[in-house]
């Protein structure tokens, strides 16, 4: 009852500020329809008129009209340094809703006067009886003609240019709000970190220490990391999780503490990535030191319990602030007896809570999505879950309160990031960065927000690559920043190829070109490691067979099964699955330095009906010179990966469709560098292999060096 009575005073308020700028409003281009709670409707026509709106089942209780005003622009002017592409409009129902059950999508076409270097200049307004609140607007609709938003309310609207500077204000202000109050992480996330660096070898506490705050700093604003998360994309995680650690521990190692601490246990009893960190760091050779600890760090990552993680310390997310629901929701909190602390009453929460109206619901499904999805569960199971979709739900209520706390606390912070951020943003504007042809480097319903949010941590991720040393770029500010500028050009060209980009830097004079070698590796041998050829217990029966480029694992079902969701028929036993590996023979020789890649395919072969996850895996790696066993790896053997980077994964794999009535598999090449000698009879090891059970079929392919 309280929530109602609520709802209604807001309503009554914000339907009273609106009616106060109604007078005189033109009709001329309105349109209206008849909107029912159980179906979606469209009002209007943007390609033809120039407006529509979208309107989802339930928003709203009862059927009720719904009409597109248009309204005089002089009644409510806009802001300076912004102008009108399209004269306000404004949205209401004669139920009297001010807040909405769910989002409405507003499309307004563009005029054609607009170019594509205004596309940062443009955005939506929302006015709310006082002043206009800025809509970012939806990258992926700007580019087709169109400034598209959701509203959870109805009110007045517009579409506005604002003048470069206004705009990159408005970009400077999120991305600091986000860059301030995002979430530090969680014990559970950090956990997953410090795990990896005790499996990596650095197990020292102050060595341990020093990487995990540089880790921790990267966590605190990770947008990347959210994304992946709400997307369920647990293998992009894992993979952003190693080159975080390697990206740590390589800062780390300008640390003299971290180089004494390393030196004092850096024997046999250490494992090969602490020797390797000390040898790079020795030798200058960064670029081959970073992809040492990448793959090292993919190697022990935990990566299911990783994603689990990034999801549970996600919940509202600081990408939160792009949702002008968001923005909006705050003006009102700043209108309550706030505390010293930042806190508001209940009744104040609620009032703010109800004004972000569905909003908050989009946030909280889009949580319980991630959580499902990581969870292996579907949404239906959360949702059926009531505690559980209770608990999610208020965590992502909490987040927001967190939120809202800090940023009211941390003013001086937010104007001093936003002071940093805002003079990036001219010095890129400067030298052409934020021009349309540079923006196209990214995907395209990436938005703006992340897209310049990416434009800094590539330069800041080009002036790690050269120890932070902006003097390698040139001797004064302006050839710096010009030659920074073009190398982020480069970047953005080179796509995933980073070896072409690193070419790049060596022919600029940015990084130092590798030491020439004087040898190359000659294939002496090639053998298998011991592996069981069988076994069974009371519930499967297995085989293993192969070696030199095709491998076989099966497994039969020696039971009945289990009950699960969705069961078919009645038992499991006799179901299996087949798994067939398969792959190139590396070549007989390679010199130093020299790429090796390796075609690899899996696939699967089972009953009609299957039940169990009885899949197989395939990959490839190159053990570091000298290795003593070829069939033991102390977490220093550099994977290949799939050249073209679909895979994210440092191997291919088969696995149950969501049927039960087969398998899928895969196929990729990929690739990797052969380290050099320096004596010969050095030794190196191709490994490729295949593991299903608890058991793999490795071929070792031992190279010699040969000095020329």
């Known amino acids: 009852m309280k929530r109602k009575l609520i709802s209604l005073l807001l309503a009554a308020v914000m339907l009273l500020s609106a009616m106060a700028g109604l007078t005189g409003c033109s009709s001329g281009g309105s349109a209206s329809g008849k909107v029912s709670p159980k179906s979606e409707k469209k009002i209007g026509n943007a390609k033809r008129d120039g407006i529509e709106i979208v309107i989802p089942a339930g928003t709203f209780e009862k059927a009720v009209n719904v009409n597109i005003g248009i309204a005089d622009e002089n009644e409510t002017a806009a802001e300076d340094g912004a102008s009108y592409l399209f004269s306000p409009i404004e949205l209401t129902s004669d139920g009297g809703e001010h807040t909405l059950g769910e989002t409405v999508t507003v499309k307004i076409k563009l005029p054609k006067s607009v170019s594509e270097d205004d596309y940062l200049a443009i955005m939506g307004v929302y006015y709310d009886g006082e002043r206009w609140e800025y809509i970012l607007p939806d990258a992926e609709a700007i580019q087709n003609g169109y400034l598209q938003f959701g509203t959870p309310h109805f009110s007045r609207f517009a579409a506005v240019k604002l003048e470069k500077e206004k705009a990159l204000d408005k970009y400077a202000e999120t991305l600091a709000t986000q860059n301030v109050t995002g979430q530090k992480p969680s014990d559970e996330l950090t956990d997953c970190f410090t795990k990896t660096l005790d499996s990596m070898g650095f197990t020292d506490e102050t060595v341990q220490g020093i990487i995990m705050q540089k880790i921790t700093k990267e966590l605190h604003s990770s947008a990347a990391f959210i994304t992946n998360a709400k997307n369920g994309d647990i293998g992009d995680i894992a993979g952003q999780g190693a080159e975080l650690v390697a990206e740590a521990i390589m800062k780390s190692m300008y640390d003299k503490t971290v180089v004494e601490k390393l030196k004092t246990y850096a024997g046999g009893a250490a494992s090969g990535a602490v020797a390797a960190a000390l040898k790079l760091y020795e030798g200058g050779d960064y670029k081959e030191a970073s992809k040492e600890f990448v793959y090292a760090?993919?190697?022990?990552?935990?990566?299911?319990?990783?994603?689990?993680?990034?999801?549970?310390?996600?919940?509202?997310?600081?990408?939160?602030?792009?949702?002008?629901?968001?923005?909006?929701?705050?003006?009102?909190?700043?209108?309550?007896?706030?505390?010293?602390?930042?806190?508001?009453?209940?009744d104040s929460w609620d009032i703010i809570f109800y004004n972000m109206g569905s909003g908050l619901d989009f946030m909280q499904r889009e949580y319980r999505t991630a959580y499902a999805k990581a969870s292996g569960k579907t949404l239906k199971e959360i949702d059926a879950d009531k505690a559980l979709r209770d608990m999610l739900d208020s965590q992502v209520v909490n987040d927001v309160k967190r939120s809202f706390m800090i940023r009211y606390t941390n003013t001086s912070a937010v104007e001093t990031e936003k002071a940093r951020i805002k003079e990036m943003l001219v010095t890129f504007d400067?030298?052409?960065?934020?021009?349309?042809?540079?923006?196209?480097?990214?995907?395209?319903?990436?938005?703006?927000?992340?897209?310049?949010?990416?434009?800094?941590?590539?330069?800041?991720?080009?002036?790690?690559?050269?120890?932070?040393?902006?003097?390698?770029?040139?001797?004064?500010?302006?050839?710096?920043?010009?030659?920074?500028?073009?190398?982020?050009?480069?970047?953005?060209?080179?796509?995933?190829?980073?070896?072409?980009?690193?070419?790049?830097?060596?022919?600029?004079?940015?990084?130092?070109?590798?030491?020439?070698?004087?040898?190359?590796?000659?294939?002496?041998?090639?053998?298998?490691?011991?592996?069981?050829?069988?076994?069974?217990?009371?519930a499967y029966s297995q085989s293993w067979s192969g070696g030199g480029g095709?491998?076989?694992?099966?497994?039969?079902?020696?039971?009945?099964?289990?009950?699960?969701?969705?069961?078919?028929?009645?038992?499991?036993?006799?179901?299996?699955?087949?798994?067939?590996?398969?792959?190139?023979?590396?070549?007989?020789?390679?010199?130093?330095?020299?790429?090796?890649?390796?075609?690899?395919?899996?696939?699967?072969?089972?009953?009609?009906?299957?039940?169990?996850?009885?899949?197989?895996?395939?990959?490839a790696s190159?053990?570091?010179?000298?290795?003593?066993?070829?069939?033991?790896?102390?977490?220093?053997?550099?994977?290949?990966?799939?050249?073209?980077?679909?895979i994210t994964k440092s191997y291919i794999q088969t696995g149950k469709n969501d049927t039960n009535t087969g398998y899928w598999g895969q196929s990729a090449t990929v690739g990797g560098e052969m380290p050099s000698g320096s004596a010969n009879g050095d030794k190196v090891y191709i490994l490729i292999g295949m593991g299903g059970g608890n058991n793999s079929i490795t071929t070792a392919y031992e190279y010699e060096w040969v000095k020329k």
């Open 297 to 346: 760090a993919l190697d022990v990552i935990p990566a299911a319990k990783l994603g689990k993680a990034v999801v549970e310390a996600t919940k509202a997310g600081a990408e939160m602030w792009q949702d002008y629901s968001v923005e909006s929701a705050y003006n009102v909190y700043l209108k309550q007896n706030v505390a010293a602390d930042g806190n508001v009453s209940a």
């Open 430 to 538: 400067k030298y052409g960065l934020l021009s349309w042809n540079k923006l196209l480097g990214f995907p395209i319903e990436m938005e703006f927000a992340r897209r310049i949010d990416s434009l800094m941590k590539i330069r800041e991720n080009i002036l790690n690559l050269v120890g932070g040393d902006r003097s390698v770029f040139g001797s004064d500010d302006d050839v710096i920043e010009g030659n920074l500028a073009e190398a982020i050009y480069k970047w953005l060209e080179c796509g995933k190829d980073r070896a072409k980009f690193y070419d790049w830097m060596r022919e600029k004079g940015y990084l130092a070109s590798p030491k020439e070698t004087i040898g190359y590796w000659k294939l002496v041998r090639s053998f298998e490691n011991k592996y069981e050829k069988s076994a069974a217990d009371d």
């Open 550 to 619: 095709s491998y076989t694992y099966r497994c039969e079902v020696t039971f009945d099964g289990v009950s699960y969701t969705g069961i078919t028929h009645d038992s499991c036993k006799g179901e299996f699955v087949e798994n067939k590996g398969t792959s190139s023979i590396p070549k007989d020789s390679y010199l130093g330095g020299e790429r090796v890649e390796i075609d690899l395919k899996i696939t699967a072969t089972t009953s009609t009906n299957i039940c169990f996850h009885l899949g197989a895996s395939l990959g």
């Open 622 to 646: 190159i053990t570091p010179v000298n290795h003593d066993d070829p069939f033991v790896s102390y977490g220093t053997n550099r994977s290949l990966y799939d050249i073209t980077e679909k």
